[in-house]
């Protein structure tokens, strides 16, 4: 189904029978990425007296009790509330259906950009340097959200341990770029937009949320960060119109499902 919308000077086409899923689904039970060594994401069918809630084992239906930790096994959308002593609902942050978004690809590496602490040898860095040569001559009316895939995009990342493999993240620098185009919905295909371990500064994530001292700022609740996307090698980069689904959890984060469509401009 092709929808022509119109938005200020802008007229653009958008087929939305033609959705590309950028989530790591939640593989219960099976091969997920994993971060900080956390518990993997597990089912198992519930169990009480002579009730068991799995049809291969005689049950009447399959009634399954299910664990796992949104930021640590698969895709997730946080917000503000993941930082701060406030406890803000990723539900009540995210207020967009549709969100203007441009996909970019770019090479994470070490830099001498700005980070908190200090950067160690080795760290591969998203830098501004990078993210300015990409988006400079983009168009801004598409910057509602900013989908960032790293290269080299291998499939594995769909699986990995990242404790195991030391992931890039975000200097200040391009951080604070990302803030000053207007970006409300950051998307990534690290598990963090920091180093991982960062002796407990989230530094980037302060800069994106604007935020201090672990205190709630109401201007950006709006903001959203979604982490451990794979947006697969064949799709272009360039804008895009995006669909970000999240179930309702009343929590900081939430497993969820960013589609992005195509779009041609008129």
């Not at 988006?135 to 769909?158: D, S, W």
């Not at 950006?220 to 360039?238: C, H, R, V, W």
Request: proline share 6%; with cysteine.
């Amino acid at each position: 189904m092709k929808a022509k919308i119109s938005f200020k000077t802008i007229d653009f086409e958008v087929n939305f029978s033609k959705g590309n899923d950028i989530s790591i689904p939640i593989n219960f039970n099976g091969e997920q990425p994993n971060t900080y060594g956390v518990d993997g994401a597990t089912s198992k069918p519930y169990q009480d007296g002579q009730f068991i809630g799995d049809t291969r084992k005689g049950g009447p239906c399959n009634f399954e009790t299910y664990s796992f930790t949104p930021h640590c096994n698969g895709t997730h959308t946080e917000c503000i509330g993941h930082i701060t002593d406030a406890r803000i609902s990723i539900l009540t942050s995210l207020n967009k259906e549709m969100i203007r978004a441009t996909l970019v690809s770019v090479t994470p590496r070490n830099t001498t950009e700005n980070y908190t602490p200090n950067l160690n040898k080795g760290d591969l860095v998203i830098t501004k340097e990078d993210l300015e040569s990409k988006l400079k001559a983009l168009n801004p009316a598409f910057l509602q959200g900013l989908i960032i895939r790293t290269t080299p995009n291998l499939e594995n990342k769909k699986s990995r341990d990242y404790m195991k493999f030391a992931p890039a993240f975000f200097s200040i620098d391009a951080m604070k770029y990302i803030v000053s185009l207007g970006v409300d919905h950051l998307l990534v295909d690290t598990p963090s937009v920091d180093r991982l371990l960062d002796d407990g500064h989230l530094s980037a994530h302060n800069v994106f949320w604007e935020t201090k001292g672990k205190e709630f700022n109401p201007n950006t609740q709006n903001k959203t960060i979604t982490e451990m996307i794979f947006a697969p090698s064949y799709l272009e980069d360039g804008a895009y119109l995006l669909n970000l689904q999240i179930p309702a959890f009343v929590s900081d984060a939430a497993p969820s499902r960013p589609i992005i469509y195509k779009i041609n401009e008129l």
